[in-house]
C-alpha cells in the first residue's frame, strides 16, 4: 500500500536511516493500523470544529442535543480511535521492526483489524443515530443512562479487536527470548512490551465492564450498580490513556536517538522506570472517584497519593533521562559546545524532531504537573467536573501523545511509506502551530475551570438554566479559548493535509541518517563510536565505569539546569494550588 521499497527473497529490506531489517508483513500492517489512525483524527477535527463552536457561546452553534452527540463523535475518535490505532501500529514497529522479525499470524492480525475497524464503526454510527430515550454516551457512558445496545456491542467488538492484534506482537517478543534467553531487549522494544501489557490490564478491564452493560441494555440483568459500573469503568478508562502515556514514551525514545542522535544515559535506570509503570501507573484511575461516597478515604489517600507516586517517579526519571540523553549523543556528535548548544543545533527545521521536543516539553509542564494535583484527593475538590479536566487531558493526550505520534507519522511516511514529504514549509511550521495554539487552549481551560468554576460537559457556559448562578464573568476568556481552539484544529489539519499528500503525490523517498557519526566531543574527551566505546579504547558512559559515568555526568549540565527550572515550576504550581484550595476552607 503505498509502497515505493523493494524486498529481498525473504521479505526483509534494510531501512538506509535506521538501519533495521524490516519484514514486509509487519510493514503491511504498520501502514493498515497507521492510515486508519490518521483518518479518525481527521474526523475527529471535524467534530472538534463543532465542539468549540457550541462552547464559545458567542457562536453557540449547536443544540444541547446536538452537543452532545458531537462531543460523543469527537471523543471517541479522538481519544480512543486516533490513539488506539496508532498504539498497534507502534507495537509492531516496537516488536519486529526493532527486533529485525517477520510479524507472526499476519491473518491474526488482519482479522483483529477488522474487528477493530468494524467496532469502530458500530460504535460511531450507534452514537450519530441516537434518539431518546437512549443518551449519547460521551466517552464515560455511565450507567443507568441508557445508551444504544449497538453501541456498547462496538465497544465489545473493538476492545476484543484490540486485545487479538496485540498478540503477534506478544508472539515475537515470546520467539526472540526463545532464540535469545540470555539476550537484552532493546529499550523500545522493551517499552512496547511494557505497554503491550498494560494495554491488555486496561482491555480486560473494559470487557469486564462493557459485557455485562450490554447484557443489561438488552434485557438480560435488570440493573446494574452505578458505582460497580464507575469503578469498573476507569480501569479502562483511565487505562487507555496509561497506554498513550507508555506509547508516547516509548516514541520519545526512538525518535530523539532516530532524529536527533540521542543515546540512553542509563538503561537500568530507564527499564525500572518502565517496570515502575507496569506495578503503579493506573493507580492514579482513583483520582476518577475521589467524590463516590461509597469509597473509603484510606482507599482514595492510599491510591492517588502513596501508590501514585510509584508512577510519578517513574515519570520523572523519563523526564530527566530523554534529554539526557539527547545532550548526551549531541555532545559526542560535535554538536555541544556551551551549556545549550546541543539544542541550539538541533534540527529544528525537522517536523519530526520538534513534534517530539514540544511533546516532551508539553506534556511535562502542563499535562504532568496538572496530572499530580487533580490527582490528589484534597486538590480534587477545586478541579472535580470543571473545564479544567478537559484541560488536563489535552494537555496530555493531545499536546503529549498526539504531538509525539504526529513526529512518528512524519517519519513512518519516509521510512515504512518511502515517500518525500510534500509541501515542506507547512510541515515545517505545523508543530509549532498546533503546538503553540493548543497550549493557549489548555491554559485557557484550566484557568476558567479552576478560578471560574465553569463545567465540563456543558453546552451552556455563561448559566446553568434553572440555577441564578453565572459565569459571565469568564466570557472574555472563552474569546481566547475559541480563538486558540480554532487555530489548533488548523494546525491539526494542515498534519492531516501533508500526510495525505506525501502518501498520494509524495516522490521516492532517498533515505539518508539524519545524524552524524560521533566524531569529537565539543567540551573535550574522546569520541564515542556506536558501541560506546571511545577512540582511545576506553570504555564510555557504562555504569561501572567511573570515568565514562563522570563524563556522562559533565555532558548532562543542560539537562540538570532544566531539571531544576521544571522543579521549580512544580513547587510554584502545587504551592498556588493549595492556596486556591484554602481559601474555600473558611472556618469561624
Same mark, same amino acid.
Given at each position: 500500500?503505498?509502497?515505493?521499497?523493494?524486498?529481498?527473497?525473504?521479505?526483509?529490506?534494510?531501512?538506509?536511516?535506521?538501519?533495521?531489517?524490516?519484514?514486509?508483513?509487519?510493514?503491511?500492517?504498520?501502514?493498515?493500523?497507521?492510515?486508519?489512525?490518521?483518518?479518525?483524527?481527521?474526523?475527529?477535527?471535524?467534530?472538534?470544529?463543532?465542539?468549540?463552536?457550541?462552547?464559545?457561546?458567542?457562536?453557540?452553534?449547536?443544540?444541547?442535543?446536538?452537543?452532545?452527540?458531537?462531543?460523543?463523535?469527537?471523543?471517541?475518535?479522538?481519544?480512543?480511535?486516533?490513539?488506539?490505532?496508532?498504539?498497534?501500529?507502534?507495537?509492531?514497529?516496537?516488536?519486529?521492526?526493532?527486533?529485525?522479525?517477520?510479524?507472526?499470524?499476519?491473518?491474526?492480525?488482519?482479522?483483529?483489524?477488522?474487528?477493530?475497524?468494524?467496532?469502530?464503526?458500530?460504535?460511531?454510527?450507534?452514537?450519530?443515530?441516537?434518539?431518546?430515550?437512549?443518551?449519547?454516551?460521551?466517552?464515560?457512558?455511565?450507567?443507568?443512562?441508557?445508551?444504544?445496545?449497538?453501541?456498547?456491542?462496538?465497544?465489545?467488538?473493538?476492545?476484543?479487536?484490540?486485545?487479538?492484534?496485540?498478540?503477534?506482537?506478544?508472539?515475537?517478543?515470546?520467539?526472540?527470548?526463545?532464540?535469545?534467553?540470555?539476550?537484552?531487549?532493546?529499550?523500545?522494544?522493551?517499552?512496547?512490551?511494557?505497554?503491550?501489557?498494560?494495554?491488555?490490564?486496561?482491555?480486560?478491564?473494559?470487557?469486564?465492564?462493557?459485557?455485562?452493560?450490554?447484557?443489561?441494555?438488552?434485557?438480560?440483568?435488570?440493573?446494574?450498580?452505578?458505582?460497580?459500573?464507575?469503578?469498573?469503568?476507569?480501569?479502562?478508562?483511565?487505562?487507555?490513556?496509561?497506554?498513550?502515556?507508555?506509547?508516547?514514551?516509548?516514541?520519545?525514545?526512538?525518535?530523539?536517538?532516530?532524529?536527533?542522535?540521542?543515546?540512553?544515559?542509563?538503561?537500568?535506570?530507564?527499564?525500572?522506570?518502565?517496570?515502575?509503570?507496569?506495578?503503579?501507573?493506573?493507580?492514579?484511575?482513583?483520582?476518577?472517584?475521589?467524590?463516590?461516597?461509597?469509597?473509603?478515604?484510606?482507599?482514595?489517600?492510599?491510591?492517588?497519593?502513596?501508590?501514585?507516586?510509584?508512577?510519578?517517579?517513574?515519570?520523572?526519571?523519563?523526564?530527566?533521562?530523554?534529554?539526557?540523553?539527547?545532550?548526551?549523543?549531541?555532545?559526542?556528535?560535535?554538536?555541544?559546545?556551551?551549556?545549550?548548544?546541543?539544542?541550539?543545533?538541533?534540527?529544528?527545521?525537522?517536523?519530526? %524532531?520538534?513534534?517530539?521536543?514540544?511533546?516532551?516539553?508539553?506534556?511535562?509542564?502542563?499535562?504532568?504537573?496538572?496530572?499530580?494535583?487533580?490527582?490528589?484527593?484534597?486538590?480534587?475538590?477545586?478541579?472535580?467536573?470543571?473545564?479544567?479536566?478537559?484541560?488536563?487531558?489535552?494537555?496530555?493526550?493531545?499536546?503529549?501523545?498526539?504531538?509525539?505520534?504526529?513526529?512518528?507519522?512524519?517519519?513512518?511516511?519516509?521510512?515504512?511509506?518511502?515517500?518525500?514529504?510534500?509541501?515542506?514549509?507547512?510541515?515545517?511550521?505545523?508543530?509549532?502551530?498546533?503546538?503553540?495554539?493548543?497550549?493557549?487552549?489548555?491554559?485557557?481551560?484550566?484557568?476558567?475551570?479552576?478560578?471560574?468554576?465553569?463545567?465540563?460537559?456543558?453546552?451552556?457556559?455563561?448559566?446553568?438554566?434553572?440555577?441564578?448562578?453565572? %459565569?459571565?464573568?469568564?466570557?472574555?476568556?472563552?474569546?481566547?479559548?475559541?480563538?486558540?481552539?480554532?487555530?489548533?484544529?488548523?494546525?491539526?489539519?494542515?498534519?492531516?493535509?501533508?500526510?495525505?499528500?506525501?502518501?498520494?503525490?509524495?516522490?521516492?523517498?532517498?533515505?539518508?541518517?539524519?545524524?552524524?557519526?560521533?566524531?569529537?566531543?565539543?567540551?573535550?574527551?574522546?569520541?564515542?563510536?556506536?558501541?560506546?566505546?571511545?577512540?582511545?579504547?576506553?570504555?564510555?558512559?557504562?555504569?561501572?565505569?567511573?570515568?565514562?559515568?563522570?563524563?556522562?555526568?559533565?555532558?548532562?549540565?543542560?539537562?540538570?539546569?532544566?531539571?531544576?527550572?521544571?522543579?521549580?515550576?512544580?513547587?510554584?504550581?502545587?504551592?498556588?494550588?493549595?492556596?486556591?484550595?484554602?481559601?474555600?476552607?473558611?472556618?469561624?
Amino acid at each position: 500500500m503505498f509502497g515505493t521499497y523493494e524486498y529481498d527473497d525473504d521479505g526483509f529490506r534494510t531501512c538506509s536511516v535506521t538501519g533495521l531489517d524490516i519484514h514486509r508483513s509487519a510493514e503491511d500492517m504498520v501502514k493498515l493500523f497507521g492510515v486508519t489512525a490518521i483518518v479518525s483524527l481527521a474526523f475527529g477535527g471535524i467534530f472538534a470544529i463543532f465542539v468549540v463552536l457550541t462552547r464559545w457561546e458567542v457562536v453557540g452553534l449547536l443544540s444541547p442535543g446536538d452537543f452532545y452527540t458531537y462531543l460523543s463523535m469527537h471523543a471517541w475518535l479522538l481519544l480512543v480511535f486516533w490513539m488506539v490505532f496508532m498504539e498497534i501500529a507502534v507495537l509492531y514497529v516496537g516488536g519486529p521492526f526493532v527486533l529485525g522479525r517477520k510479524l507472526p499470524w499476519k491473518r491474526l492480525s488482519q482479522a483483529a483489524y477488522a474487528l477493530m475497524a468494524g467496532g469502530a464503526v458500530t460504535i460511531l454510527t450507534a452514537i450519530w443515530l441516537t434518539e431518546q430515550p437512549n443518551q449519547a454516551p460521551l466517552l464515560t457512558s455511565y450507567v443507568p443512562l441508557p445508551s444504544s445496545e449497538w453501541f456498547y456491542l462496538g465497544a465489545i467488538v473493538f476492545l476484543l479487536g484490540a486485545l487479538v492484534a496485540a498478540l503477534p506482537f506478544l508472539a515475537t517478543i515470546w520467539k526472540e527470548k526463545r532464540q535469545n534467553p540470555h539476550g537484552t531487549m532493546p529499550l523500545v522494544a522493551f517499552g512496547a512490551f511494557i505497554t503491550s501489557i498494560v494495554a491488555a490490564e486496561a482491555i480486560v478491564g473494559g470487557l469486564v465492564t462493557y459485557i455485562p452493560t450490554y447484557l443489561w441494555r438488552i434485557g438480560v440483568f435488570p440493573a446494574l450498580d452505578a458505582a460497580w459500573y464507575r469503578q469498573m469503568y476507569w480501569i479502562m478508562g483511565h487505562g487507555t490513556q496509561q497506554i498513550n502515556l507508555l506509547a508516547m514514551i516509548t516514541i520519545w525514545y526512538f525518535m530523539t536517538h532516530v532524529v536527533g542522535g540521542a543515546e540512553v544515559a542509563s538503561e537500568k535506570v530507564s527499564r525500572t522506570a518502565f517496570v515502575l509503570y507496569l506495578f503503579f501507573i493506573n493507580m492514579g484511575a482513583a483520582h476518577h472517584l475521589m467524590v463516590d461516597p461509597g469509597l473509603s478515604p484510606a482507599w482514595k489517600i492510599w491510591n492517588t497519593s502513596y501508590a501514585a507516586y510509584g508512577a510519578v517517579l517513574a515519570s520523572m526519571i523519563h523526564a530527566f533521562a530523554i534529554p539526557a540523553g539527547l545532550e548526551v549523543g549531541r555532545r559526542k556528535r560535535g554538536k555541544g559546545g556551551g551549556v545549550f548548544g546541543w539544542l541550539k543545533t538541533a534540527p529544528w527545521s525537522d517536523p519530526g %524532531f520538534s513534534s517530539i521536543v514540544m511533546s516532551v516539553i508539553l506534556f511535562g509542564f502542563l499535562g504532568g504537573i496538572t496530572g499530580v494535583m487533580m490527582g490528589q484527593m484534597q486538590l480534587n475538590m477545586t478541579w472535580h467536573n470543571t473545564l479544567a479536566v478537559p484541560g488536563h487531558f489535552h494537555a496530555t493526550v493531545v499536546l503529549g501523545t498526539t504531538l509525539a505520534f504526529m513526529g512518528l507519522s512524519y517519519y513512518v511516511l519516509r521510512l515504512v511509506f518511502g515517500r518525500e514529504w510534500v509541501l515542506k514549509p507547512l510541515a515545517v511550521i505545523q508543530p509549532y502551530l498546533y503546538a503553540g495554539a493548543m497550549s493557549i487552549t489548555v491554559l485557557m481551560m484550566m484557568y476558567i475551570g479552576i478560578l471560574f468554576g465553569v463545567p465540563r460537559r456543558h453546552p451552556s457556559v455563561m448559566d446553568i438554566p434553572g440555577t441564578d448562578f453565572s %459565569f459571565a464573568a469568564a466570557k472574555p476568556l472563552f474569546f481566547i479559548f475559541g480563538i486558540a481552539a480554532l487555530v489548533a484544529i488548523l494546525g491539526g489539519a494542515l498534519f492531516v493535509v501533508v500526510a495525505v499528500g506525501t502518501l498520494l503525490g509524495g516522490d521516492k523517498y532517498e533515505g539518508a541518517l539524519p545524524v552524524e557519526r560521533p566524531t569529537a566531543v565539543a567540551d573535550g574527551g574522546p569520541a564515542s563510536d556506536a558501541n560506546g566505546t571511545s577512540s582511545d579504547g576506553q570504555s564510555d558512559g557504562s555504569d561501572d565505569d567511573e570515568e565514562g559515568m563522570a563524563h556522562h555526568m559533565l555532558s548532562m549540565r543542560g539537562t540538570f539546569i532544566l531539571a531544576l527550572v521544571f522543579f521549580a515550576v512544580f513547587v510554584v504550581m502545587m504551592a498556588l494550588n493549595w492556596f486556591l484550595l484554602s481559601g474555600l476552607w473558611k472556618i469561624g
